[in-house]
């Protein structure tokens, strides 16, 4: 398994059922593929560098998680339809294998 690093942006207006809901369909998406959740560190609410869908604020979340290639994709489809998620990028930590 290789080491990768998720940041997404929800909206600061969500709610934590929300929130939580989309935390728990990442650990699901990386527990079906075997992956495991290494830390998660909430940075909370940013100025974002430019407005999105009219908001200039985000809470921000990054994982360190370690998975297989394989399964990064699926992570990525499930974060491109979850309406929560304002933005996501996912990064593979070499340094961290």
Same mark, same amino acid.
């Given at each position: 398994? #290789? ?5 997404? +942006? ?14 728990? *369909? ?18 909370? #609410? *940013? #100025? ?8 200039? /604020? ?13 399964? +990064?994709?699926?992570? /990525? *489809?499930?974060?491109? +339809?979850? /309406? ?14």
């Amino acid at each position: 398994m #290789k080491a990768y690093e998720l940041l997404f +942006i929800v909206p600061p207006t969500i709610d934590d059922e929300t929130r939580a809901g989309v935390m728990k *369909r990442i650990e699901t998406t990386l527990a079906e593929s075997n992956g495991v959740v290494d830390n998660v560190d909430n940075w909370g #609410k *940013r #100025k974002l560098a430019y407005e999105i869908n009219g908001l200039s /604020d985000g809470d921000y979340t990054l994982i360190d998680f370690h998975a297989d290639p394989q399964s +990064i994709a699926e992570l /990525d *489809r499930v974060l491109r +339809i979850n /309406d929560a998620v304002m933005r996501h990028m996912v990064v593979a930590r070499a340094d961290r294998d």
